[in-house]
């Protein structure tokens, strides 16, 4: 898998534990060199991304990983998610 897949680090508020959390989730590499990434994980708490989704990361050297950066605009604009 870890030629195809690579780990990103999530950060976000959860509603539910009423906390910042931290994830690492697997997502499929669509292009290392720009940082696009499709996730191919379920987020434990995060209810603002979905397997499937299309990512912008770039590596963070304060986290010493792949640190999410945004959600693609083709799917932030979809209502469907596969």
């Known amino acids: 898998m870890s030629e ?11 509603s539910f534990l009423e906390e910042t959390v931290s994830e690492t989730m697997w997502a499929e590499i669509i292009n290392l060199e ?7 994980n379920i987020p434990f708490f995060g209810a ?5 989704d299309l990512f912008y990361a770039e590596y963070e050297e304060e986290e010493k990983n792949l640190f999410i950066k945004k959600l693609s605009n083709i799917q932030e604009t979809q209502l469907f998610r596969y």
């Open 34 to 40: 720009k940082g696009f990434f499709r996730l191919d």
């Open 4 to 14: 195809t897949h690579t780990k990103i680090l999530f950060k976000y508020y959860s």
């Open 48 to 52: 603002s991304i979905a397997t499937g």
